[in-house]
């Protein structure tokens, strides 16, 4: 069996090997999956919170060995690792109260002159694939796994390649508390076993992030309709004439560059109104020459892209910009997968990095003549995740709000995913459907009505 080496884009030294599981095995594991849900949806409710709250308590007293794992594997420094972790359990807990709370709903056929009642009760799907990315490879697992687990479902779990260890740890940590066979891992290249998995018939739902090449594919393959995505973006900080430009500043630079840019929710461009874009790019460059570069290990602000190949695209859309007349403010600096934090002004729709997500630290300025033409350039978009508004009149950010064609409209504040309880969507390229505890929880059900006459 050929194993799939895992390297640390920091230094490439080799941290591991997973196995890069043939078809058969894929089966073998759903075949387990399949017969353990027959007797595990019948648990009690109760019963599922005692095992997912040993699991998590688990997790919890691993979280420093597993912050120190994804550090090395993934790049990000090793303050958010631990704060990915934490939050994370945090979440998990949090998912745990939130399905003791739901109830049951009660419908009366009385003011339409009937006398039946409705009893509706939420029942478990059966197989949930769960697909996670690289970037959050521990939180975008868990707020997959968790609510799928406590409604009664079992739970087919593919992690990415950059961060297969410590989810493979992970679900070590979990399995050890958690009744066999109601949570199975499956590595290899997605590339190689995404469509067979995708394609399986005993797959009910999928649960999928990250880009929207990907998930259109998933979109077109899968053997069910039921789908949670969460895709690409290209989010827009909006800035208009009015807005405290210092905050803008500090949440742009925050909001483009954290962990390298390699966020759906990062800020990707800036579309600033032409009378402060001087003093706002002014602002934005004395932030950025701030921001720490290097090691993860010594909790850098900007540390190594997760391979050559993202950097490489990266500094490709920077050299196309700068060969069509882009204003270099700072940056335009690479060693290997190392990027230096980028900004680019006066940037015009035949650049490439007007329109393409980079997913690396380079962070393009658009100058528009008023909040209306800052509309037009956000919606020209094939995505739709988030959008960001600057200004100190309330009011027009909730009227420019309604007009941005994207799920999350952010007011003085950078595009960001949230409290984790909070609805997450995108629309257009963006994602399908919602996530957030409570719609996570609701997604893995079908409902059943009980019917009766009185």
């Keep these: ?102 109830e049951m709903e009660a419908y009366s056929g009385e003011s339409l002159g009937s006398n039946q009642v409705s009893l509706v009760i939420r029942e478990p799907i059966g197989l949930i694939l769960a697909i ?9 697992s868990l707020t997959k796994i968790i609510p799928a687990l406590i409604m009664g479902n079992v739970v087919l779990f593919k992690p990415p390649t950059s961060g297969s260890l410590v989810c493979t740890k992970m679900v070590e940590i979990l399995n050890s508390k958690l009744p066999e066979s109601v949570l199975e891992i499956v590595t290899g290249k997605g590339s190689v076993i995404g469509d067979y998995i995708v394609e399986n018939k005993n797959v009910k739902m999928i649960n999928f992030t990250g880009s929207t090449a990907v998930g259109n594919r998933i979109k077109k393959i899968a053997n069910t309709d039921r789908l949670i995505m969460e895709l690409g973006g290209k989010d827009s900080a909006i800035v208009l004439e009015d807005a405290n430009l210092e905050l803008a500043a500090k949440e742009i630079v925050s909001g483009a560059f954290s962990y390298s840019g390699q966020r759906c929710t990062a800020i990707k461009r800036v579309l600033v109104v032409d009378s402060v874009s001087e003093k706002l790019t002014k602002l934005i460059r004395e932030k950025v020459e701030k921001l720490s570069v290097g090691n993860a290990y010594e909790n850098k602000d900007i540390t190594h892209l997760i391979d050559k190949k993202s950097s490489d695209f990266v500094m490709n859309l920077i050299k196309d910009a700068i060969s069509k007349n882009a204003t270099l403010v700072i940056g335009n600096k690479n060693d290997k997968n190392l990027v230096y934090p980028t900004v680019l002004d006066n940037v015009k729709s035949n650049m490439d990095v007007y329109t393409v997500e980079p997913f690396g630290p380079v962070l393009p300025i658009i100058h528009v003549k008023d909040y209306d033409e800052a509309i037009k350039v956000a919606n020209e978009s094939e995505y739709g995740l988030q959008s960001s508004i600057f200004t100190k009149d309330t009011k027009l950010a909730f ?42 929880l609701l997604a893995t059900t079908n409902i059943k009505s009980y019917v009766m006459e009185i």
């Design 399 to 440: 009227e420019i709000a309604k007009k941005l064609e994207v799920g999350t409209v952010q007011i003085n504040k950078k595009t960001s995913r949230g409290p984790d309880n909070f609805p997450f969507l995108g629309i257009k390229n963006s994602g399908v459907n919602v996530q957030g505890v409570k719609y996570s």
């Design 132 to 140: 996670a990315p690289f970037n959050y490879p521990i939180n975008l």
């Design 1 to 102: 069996m050929e194993n799939i080496q895992i390297f640390s884009p920091i230094d490439n030294e080799k941290l591991g090997e997973v196995k890069a599981m043939t078809p058969s095995e894929i089966d073998e594991k759903i075949a387990r999956l399949n017969k353990k849900f027959k007797e595990y949806r019948n648990e009690s409710l109760l019963k599922r919170v005692e095992y997912i709250k040993a699991a998590i308590d688990e997790l919890e007293k691993n979280e420093e060995m597993l912050a120190s794992l994804l550090t090395k594997e993934i790049s990000k420094k090793y303050s958010d690792s631990l704060d990915e972790i934490r939050r994370s359990i945090k979440i998990s807990r949090y998912t745990i109260e939130e399905a003791l709370h739901l």
